[in-house]
């Protein structure tokens, strides 16, 4: 299955130092907060700070098997929350992004989209404070969930599942979801549920790739017991937090993450 992707199998030789592993247990702690408190959000900084001190492969070759365990977990405890007809037709979406991208593997720049995403991310984040700023209010009323503009879903949703595929990035469906204003724990849910759906779908692409080897498995397993004190962490703040000031620190997350992804995209 998937075998049509490549006709050749690529091997990764890969030296895991001392400082990668450092660098990668921080990120899957990180990741697991961000998971647990923000549904993401700067989380998707994990992906391009391994790969800095490796590549790419190696960056998901060593994380996807941890953020497909910590979605199961996470999602697991958000279940009771999280409105299932609003994420399916997303997560339809993101898995047709994650096909697009598996094919295209070889093709993209992810400098280039890098780059590309972290615009995004900051045009988002400053719009809100700018509109904060100027008007003392939201700028536009919260958009009903039931409503469904298809196109921005499938673009959107899908492009978050193509752009997932090489940084895990999260600029596009937050575009989607932030017009809604959802309660934090929803909000959260939501994103949870759909990475959680779309990282499961990636695991037999990559292994038929031959990006995921017994090697990178092992350094996955060593770095799971990290896993749920960022969970737990992440829970405890998401729990306590609320609407608005949540919402701010939602759109400041993402200009850091623009910031960070605009300048490793030039840098690299």
Same mark, same amino acid.
């Given at each position: 299955? #998937?075998?049509?992707?490549?006709?050749?199998?690529?091997?990764? *030789?890969?030296?895991?130092?001392?400082?990668?592993?450092?660098?990668?247990? =921080? !990120?899957?702690? =990180?990741?697991?907060?961000?998971?647990?408190?923000?549904? @993401?959000?700067?989380?998707?900084?994990?992906?391009?700070?391994?790969?800095?001190?490796? $590549?790419?492969?190696?960056?998901?070759?060593?994380?996807?098997?941890?953020? +497909?365990?910590?979605?199961? *977990?996470?999602?697991?405890? #958000?279940?009771?929350?999280?409105?299932?007809? =609003?994420? %399916?037709?997303?997560?339809? !979406?993101?898995?047709?992004?994650?096909?697009?991208?598996? *094919?295209? #593997?070889? !093709?993209?720049?992810?400098?280039?989209?890098?780059?590309?995403?972290?615009?995004?991310? %900051?045009?988002?984040?400053?719009?809100?404070?700018?509109?904060?700023?100027?008007?003392?209010?939201?700028?536009?009323?919260?958009? $009903?969930?039931?409503?469904?503009? &298809?196109?921005?879903? *499938?673009?959107?949703?899908?492009?978050? @599942?193509f752009t997932s595929f090489?940084?895990?990035?999260?600029?596009?469906?937050?575009?989607?979801?932030?017009?809604?204003?959802?309660?934090?724990?929803?909000? +959260?849910?939501?994103? +949870? &549920?759909?990475?959680?759906?779309?990282?499961?779908?990636?695991?037999?692409?990559?292994?038929?790739? @031959?990006?995921?080897?017994?090697? !990178?498995?092992?350094?996955?397993?060593?770095?799971?017991?990290?896993?749920?004190?960022?969970?737990?962490?992440?829970?405890?703040?998401?729990?306590?937090?609320?609407? $608005?000031?949540?919402?701010?620190?939602v759109h400041m997350l %993402?200009?850091? %993450?623009?910031?960070?992804?605009?300048?490793?995209?030039?840098?690299?």
């Amino acid at each position: 299955m #998937y075998t049509f992707l490549y006709e050749e199998r690529e091997e990764y *030789i890969v030296d895991y130092s001392a400082l990668f592993l450092c660098v990668a247990a =921080f !990120s899957v702690f =990180f990741v697991a907060l961000a998971k647990a408190g923000f549904g @993401g959000m700067i989380g998707s900084l994990a992906m391009p700070l391994v790969a800095s001190v490796s $590549d790419i492969p190696t960056a998901i070759s060593v994380l996807l098997p941890t953020y +497909v365990v910590m979605d199961l *977990i996470v999602a697991w405890s #958000y279940r009771k929350v999280v409105p299932f007809s =609003f994420v %399916l037709p997303m997560a339809l !979406s993101g898995v047709a992004g994650v096909f697009i991208a598996a *094919i295209l #593997y070889r !093709s993209v720049d992810v400098r280039y989209l890098a780059i590309f995403l972290g615009i995004m991310s %900051l045009v988002i984040g400053f719009k809100f404070f700018v509109s904060q700023l100027v008007q003392k209010k939201e700028s536009v009323a919260a958009v $009903d969930p039931k409503t469904r503009n &298809w196109p921005r879903l *499938i673009g959107l949703n899908g492009a978050s @599942g193509f752009t997932s595929f090489f940084l895990m990035g999260e600029a596009p469906i937050q575009l989607f979801m932030l017009p809604f204003r959802m309660n934090p724990q929803i909000y +959260v849910a939501v994103l +949870v &549920w759909f990475f959680c759906v779309i990282n499961w779908i990636k695991i037999p692409i990559v292994l038929s790739m @031959g990006i995921v080897t017994i090697d !990178s498995l092992w350094i996955s397993a060593i770095l799971l017991p990290i896993m749920p004190l960022g969970i737990i962490f992440g829970k405890y703040i998401n729990s306590r937090i609320p609407k $608005d000031p949540f919402y701010i620190v939602v759109h400041m997350l %993402l200009i850091v %993450l623009g910031g960070y992804l605009v300048a490793d995209g030039i840098i690299h």
